[in-house]
Antibody, heavy 125, light 107 residues
Framework: QVQLQESGPGLVKPSETLSLTCTVS????????WSWIRQPAGKGLEWIGR???????DYRPSLKSRVFLSVDTSRSQVSLRLTSVTAADTAVYFC???????????????????WGQGILVTVSS | DIQMTQSPASLSASVGDRVTITCRAS??????LDWYQQKPGKAPNLLIY???NLQTGVPSRFSGSGSGTDFTFTISSLQPEDIATYYC?????????FGQGTKVQIK
């Protein structure tokens, strides 16, 4: 059973870069895509971006200028970098696996299953 | 971005009650909608995929229906362990967008 674990600094200073890693265990990274999602305290969920093991990415338009995702299949890791952070970037950050399914021309995706436990990142001086 | 309007924002019901949550998309998303349950301090957990398909291992009291712009999530008989916030998410168009969430409490 695939498990995901986020790691990284819990405190980042304003204007600096937030860097997180999602380590995948219990299964292969292939045939999947990997998303980052964040959730400010007491608020809803916001998708940040996704990356395939090929390196292809999609980003949330409002964050596109500040976000960079990378993947290292040899280490079974997906990384998130978010530059020029402000207090508005304070949130719990989750990673999640996504998969596409096709059967007889009928295709759909499961975007977020499973999730990591999440990591709280606070932006503060 | 496609806007997902989820209602109600919160509800309180008794154990055994039928609970219904709705999500309305700002445009046709066919059936590209999932439902998640999030308990306090935990990551969301997939319950329903593609509008009406029950994820493996999820109790059958959970169900989903709908297509196009209007979707419904139902708990047929509310249990104490169902206390959580529930989210819909569309993935017909990038970026995937979540509803605002519905907090379900026991009366």
């Amino acid at each position: 059973q695939v498990q995901l674990q986020e790691s990284g600094p819990g405190l980042v200073k304003p204007s600096e870069t937030l860097s997180l890693t999602c380590t995948v265990s219990g299964g292969s990274m292939s045939s999947s895509f990997w998303s980052w999602i964040r959730q400010p305290a007491g608020k809803g969920l916001e998708w940040i971006g996704r990356i395939y093991t090929t390196g292809n990415t999609d980003y949330r338009p409002s964050l596109k200028s500040r976000v960079f995702l990378s993947v290292d299949t040899s280490r079974s890791q997906v990384s998130l970098r978010l530059t020029s952070v402000t207090a508005a970037d304070t949130a719990v950050y989750f990673c999640a696996r996504g998969r596409h399914y096709c059967s007889g021309g009928d295709c759909y995706s499961r975007w977020f299953d499973p999730w990591g436990q999440g990591i709280l990142v606070t932006v503060s001086s | 971005d496609i806007q997902m309007t989820q209602s109600p924002a919160s509800l309180s019901a008794s154990v055994g009650d039928r609970v219904t949550i709705t999500c309305r998309a700002s445009q046709d998303i066919t059936k590209y909608l999932d439902w998640y349950q999030q308990k306090p301090g935990k990551a969301p957990n997939l319950l329903i995929y593609r509008a009406s398909n029950l994820q493996t291992g999820v109790p059958s009291r959970f169900s989903g229906s709908g297509s196009g712009t209007d979707f419904t999530f139902t708990i047929s008989s509310l249990q104490p362990e169902d206390i959580a916030t529930y989210y819909c998410v569309q993935y017909d168009n990038l970026p995937p967008t979540f509803g605002q969430g519905t907090k379900v409490q026991i009366k």
